[in-house]
């Protein structure tokens, strides 16, 4: 009885495409919709996994990886002398202007790293030497900065070539691969000290510190002992991202409107599926009453109906889910938009789906329910 | 040969209404009807005398008031509602005057419903499919949708599906009326021919005179009761006057 099931849904061309494409749709906006987002909230982190250091000390009030708010100079030492830091060092990071070739300003990300160990380093160098850094006016560009600085170029930027930031010239000594960062700036390496003179002068000019435990003793504990001592406020590299993508959701309403969006895929799903499956159903009472007439159960049509629903469900995710993976795979090489595609997004929309199709089958089961066999009888 | 004439539907004292209040219709009123084994039973009436909910009720697709029913030996009034559709599934076939194919099934897969309802495999149930529908004359037209095919063929198919379980009772709802004159009297040598094997019955209700000629018995109703039933010789003439 199963497969003439199938044929009936699939028989009625118009329902059935409509079925299943409101489910595709429904499937496509709710895991595209929370890819993007996962995108969105892993570039609010990307800053942390770019520099890797175990422990992030900021000023007590930074609430989240992509704020500033400076420190004392004195600050790096008070964090050097507390038991479990094998070491710390001085960073700054700050939004500054930089001159292209063509004469137009762009901003960028400057990073000045301890000239010394030049901890916080990029991930992976791509051209030039990192050491390189610690020669005055040299700086390590991104692959969004040789695509930023190039404008006006005939050839892209690239090693030996200069900019200005701040009417100071920086000289290209590498380029590196990052993760973009929440700003969508690009990240310029330098030295710390280097960074100081391309910055403004300010009255505290140390933006934070990195730092890294004693062998033996965990990040977390030695996080605890530095805010504990110092009135600073340090974190694990973990704990920091928590904090940053906590801070999103409170903060800001980027969760909010991909929520709105994403529920509004499931409140179309069931809406245009519901309804159109319905209206199956409705179309075909008729025969359904012959079925009953004919000794069918309302439970055997009940699981008709329940197969039919699932099919147009499973069909519709497999295509929504399949068109989703297709804009990642097109989408992550450029980067833009961000595209996170979680296994837990996946089943989400899945169980979602299901409560669609339970949802709509539903309806046509109370339908089948009440309907007397009789009415086949009448013209 | 002789054989014991046997009832297979025996209909007594029941009432059936729908609706309440001022809409209220009461469309059988303590009606009694009996027919036996091996006979084609014939309805008439005026519109809306009740023929089609006295149908309903002995095929048990109709709840009813009060009044006893018993099909084949067996009493519907002590039956569940699941035991009643199953009955139903293994008992009674069903041709109606819309036909009631399913459009988007070919014709072999319409006549396998009953047979697959009543547990048969797939492949079993379209094998008995074909032969039903080389039995009505539709060999070739196994593959087709029922809407390909004309007035006269669906019909067939209809009463090849209603065959295709051997259901000893056949209950059919005005199977002519939408049909020619000439298709008409195709589909009553059909039901005829169904009719008379054994421990099998056929009741038709009809508004078409031109099949009165192929009852064994007819039965007159009137404002939801028996008026007469008519066997045997004033059959005959009952039937003369007609022509
Ligand atoms: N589901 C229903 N709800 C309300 N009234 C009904 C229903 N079914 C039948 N009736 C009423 O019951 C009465 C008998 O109807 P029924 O269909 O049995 O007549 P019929 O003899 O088959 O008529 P026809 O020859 O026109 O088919 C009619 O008055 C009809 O309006
Ligand atoms: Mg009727």
């Known amino acids: 009885m199963f497969h003439l099931a199938l044929k009936m849904l699939m028989g009625d061309r118009a329902k059935y495409i409509m079925l299943v494409g409101g489910l595709t749709f429904s499937a496509?906006?709710?895991?595209?919709?929370?890819?993007?987002?996962?995108g969105l909230l892993s570039w609010t982190t990307s800053h942390l996994r770019n520099m890797r250091a175990p422990l992030w000390v900021v000023e007590a009030h930074v609430d989240y990886a992509n704020e500033t708010k400076p420190l004392r100079d004195t600050d790096v030492n008070r964090v050097r002398s507390v038991k479990g830091v094998d070491f710390a060092v001085p960073m700054y990071q700050g939004i500054l202007k930089a001159r292209a070739f063509d004469g137009s300003d762009k901003q960028v990300m400057?990073?000045?790293?301890?000239?010394?160990?030049?901890?916080?380093?990029?991930?992976?160098?791509?051209?030039?030497n990192l050491e390189t850094l610690r020669l005055p006016n040299t700086v390590v560009i991104d692959e969004l900065g040789v695509q930023r600085l190039s404008a006006g170029r005939k050839k892209p930027i690239g090693l030996g070539d200069t900019f200005e930031i701040n009417d100071r010239e920086a000289r290209v000594v590498g380029i590196c691969r990052t993760e973009r960062h929440f700003f969508g700036y690009p990240y310029v390496f330098t030295s710390y000290d280097q960074a100081l003179q391309y910055a403004p002068r300010q009255r505290k000019m140390l933006s934070l510190i990195l730092a890294s435990p004693r062998p033996g003793v965990t990040p977390a504990e030695a996080a605890r002992r530095i805010s504990a001592e110092t009135g600073l406020k340090a974190y694990t590299s973990d704990e920091f991202a928590k904090v940053t993508v906590a801070y999103i959701w409170k903060n800001t309403g980027i969760p909010?409107?991909?929520?709105?969006?994403?529920?509004?895929?499931?409140i179309v799903g069931v809406a245009v599926s519901g309804q159109t499956f319905y209206s199956f159903v409705l179309e075909n009472l008729r025969h359904l009453g012959a079925l009953k007439a004919m000794g069918a159960s309302t439970w055997t049509l009940a699981r008709m109906l329940l197969l039919q629903a699932f099919t147009a469900g499973f069909i519709g995710y497999g295509m929504g889910v399949g068109i989703t993976a297709a804009f990642g795979f097109a989408v992550l090489p450029g980067g833009q938009p961000p595209f996170v595609l979680e296994a837990a997004s996946l089943i989400r929309t899945a169980v979602a789906i299901v409560i669609i199709c339970f949802f709509a089958a539903l309806l046509g089961i109370r339908k089948v329910a009440k309907l007397e066999p009789a009415v086949v009888f009448r013209g | 040969m002789k054989s014991e004439i046997k009832p297979a539907v025996t209909v007594s004292g029941v009432t059936k209404s729908f609706g309440s209040g001022d809409s209220r219709t009461v469309a059988l009123k303590g009606t009694d009807f009996g027919t036996d084994e091996g006979e084609l039973h014939l309805v008439v009436g005026p519109s809306g005398c009740g023929k089609t909910t006295l149908l309903s009720v002995v095929a048990g697709t109709l709840k009813w008031d009060a009044g006893d029913i018993e099909v084949l030996g067996t009493k519907l009034n002590g039956l569940s509602p699941a035991e009643i559709?199953?009955?139903?599934?293994?008992?009674?076939?069903?041709?109606?005057q819309q036909f009631n194919l399913i459009p988007t099934l070919?014709?072999?897969?319409?006549?396998?419903?009953?047979?697959?309802?009543?547990?048969a495999k797939r492949a079993a149930a379209e094998k008995k499919a074909a032969?039903?529908?080389?039995?009505?004359?539709?060999?070739?037209?196994?593959?087709?949708?029922?809407?390909?095919?004309?007035?006269?063929?669906?019909?067939?198919?209809?009463?090849?599906?209603?065959?295709?379980?051997?259901p000893r009772l056949l209950i059919c709802d005005e199977p002519t009326s939408a049909l020619d004159s000439e298709t008409g009297h195709q589909i009553m040598d059909l039901l005829s021919t169904a009719a008379r094997s054994p421990?099998?019955?056929v009741i038709i209700v009809t508004h078409d005179p031109r099949i009165y000629g192929y009852a064994d018995r007819i039965t007159a109703m009137e404002d939801g009761r028996l008026k007469h039933v008519l066997s045997g010789d004033p059959l005959k003439q009952f039937v003369q006057s007609h022509r």
């Open chain 1, 110 to 128: 400057i990073i000045g790293l301890h000239g010394a160990t030049l901890f916080g380093r990029p991930p992976q160098m791509l051209a030039g």
């Open chain 2, 85 to 96: 559709t199953a009955f139903r599934g293994r008992h009674i076939g069903f041709i109606f």
């Open chain 1, 256 to 266: 909010m409107s991909f929520m709105t969006t994403i529920i509004l895929g499931f």
């Open chain 2, 131 to 166: 032969e039903l529908l080389a039995l009505v004359g539709l060999a070739d037209k196994g593959r087709k949708r029922p809407t390909e095919l004309s007035g006269g063929q669906q019909q067939r198919v209809a009463i090849a599906r209603a065959l295709s379980h051997e």
């Open chain 2, 199 to 201: 421990g099998r019955c």
């Open chain 2, 106 to 119: 070919s014709c072999v897969e319409n006549v396998s419903v009953p047979l697959l309802l009543n547990g």
């Open chain 1, 28 to 38: 496509l906006l709710m895991t595209q919709q929370t890819a993007v987002f996962q």
